[in-house]
């Protein structure tokens, strides 16, 4: 579907600094939204599977080795954790799975260890499988796919008028050939960008229409959280309302796309995220990020429903990875099995059912349900980086 407006009106929007007339925008995304998806909605969490020590200097990433600041560090997880990590994210409410990794490519070992977990999560989860592990082959893709992952993650960060200012290391083109090999593979493809690493309100539009001739399935977007120590750690945090503003300009662009708000959003939207769900997000990444922590994903759920969203789980989620065409979804068809296991009240009956006649028709046995919520704070060691070497681009423009 062609996008709903030209470069010239994007860039006119983008010039909106009134709240009123944002709001009036808001709507118009909305009314986009609505009307490609209804009330169906798509909720995604990740686990860091393997953190720290990026070889690359995107100047965004704590992860990175040209990076000051203290980050997160741990090797690749093992098939069993990967699961582990799956099922908390099934629990809060989840509708897909992420697995992602530093870097720009995985050696054999850790591949193999991606795609066991890819294995066990199809096996034991009813959850959507998605992986973003860098740069890949086309024969790494259907790799992929055969081992049950259904979308890959690759964004191209920015405009690429602009992509040289956020990394020296990863080519544009090199993304590029990824989502190609990703798309070859027949596998469906998530990519994105960062807004506010200091780009101007033209080269946003740009990498909207950029995006938009990628025509990927799903485009997250993310807000700079500026993290003391990168090359865009001393900027500011983006004003909620011009965040809010994009966000709509980017829906009218990529009306089909399936949009999330991912990195950056608590801290840059505050109370304002409602408002950027109605801009026209299908959903947003639940839980914790790579390296920071998120809202409670109860808040997330609450944020959609309360604007008449259907947030429900299925059975089927990993049968189909577009939500809008599944059976029963617009209708509002859809158990919900978490509230189920999260409403107390529920719960209890459940239990008193089960205990007095386990087979009674619609009783459910006792479930020993343990959410653990992906947590960098907890779950992971910070390292401080003693060595830290001068930025390739710093080097460059030296000399």
Request: hydrophobic share 40%; net charge negative; proline share 5%.
């Amino acid at each position: 579907m062609a996008p709903l407006i030209t470069p010239k009106e994007a860039l006119e929007l983008g010039e909106t600094e009134d709240h009123a007339e944002i709001e009036a925008l808001v709507a118009r995304a909305w009314e986009a939204r609505v009307e490609q998806f209804a009330d169906s909605t798509d909720m995604c969490s990740l686990v860091n599977a393997k953190s720290g020590g990026c070889a690359e200097d995107c100047g965004f990433c704590a992860q990175s080795r040209f990076a000051e600041a203290e980050t997160p560090m741990h090797a690749m997880m093992d098939a069993e954790q990967i699961l582990e990590h799956a099922r908390a994210a099934e629990a809060a409410g989840a509708h897909r799975f992420c697995m992602v990794t530093q870097g720009q490519g995985l050696s054999k070992r850790d591949f193999e260890k991606i795609l066991d977990g890819a294995r066990l999560v199809a096996e034991h989860t009813n959850l959507k499988r998605c992986a973003s592990i860098g740069h890949m082959s086309a024969t790494r893709a259907k790799a992929l796919k055969e081992a049950g992952i259904q979308r890959v993650h690759h964004n191209v960060e920015t405009a690429e008028s602009y992509y040289d200012e956020v990394t020296s290391t990863v080519r544009y083109e090199g993304r590029l050939r990824t989502i190609d090999a990703v798309r070859e593979a027949g596998l469906e493809t998530c990519v994105g960008g960062i807004l506010n690493l200091g780009e101007s309100r033209e080269q946003r539009v740009e990498m909207a229409f950029e995006l938009a001739k990628i025509n990927p399935t799903s485009v997250p977007i993310n807000l700079l959280n500026p993290r003391a120590g990168t090359k865009f750690g001393d900027r500011e945090y983006m004003d909620p309302w011009e965040a809010v503003k994009w966000i709509a300009i980017f829906r009218l662009i990529l009306p089909e796309a399936l949009f999330r708000l991912c990195g950056g959003r608590v801290e840059n939207l505050g109370d304002l995220q409602p408002l950027a769900v109605k801009a026209g997000l299908n959903g947003v990444m639940m839980g914790n990020f790579l390296t920071t922590l998120g809202n409670e994903p109860e808040q997330d759920r609450a944020m959609f429903e309360e604007l008449g969203l259907n947030v429900a789980r299925q059975s089927d989620n990993g049968a189909n990875p577009r939500p809008d065409n599944r059976s029963g979804w617009l209708d509002g068809e859809t158990p919900d099995v978490v509230e189920d296991y999260l409403d107390p009240a529920s719960a209890s009956a459940a239990t008193s059912a089960s205990s007095v006649d386990p087979g009674r028709p619609g009783a459910k046995p006792e479930a020993d349900l343990k959410i653990r919520l992906w947590d960098p704070s907890t779950q992971l060691r910070y390292k401080a980086k003693r060595n830290v070497p001068p930025r390739p681009d710093e080097v460059l423009s030296a000399t």
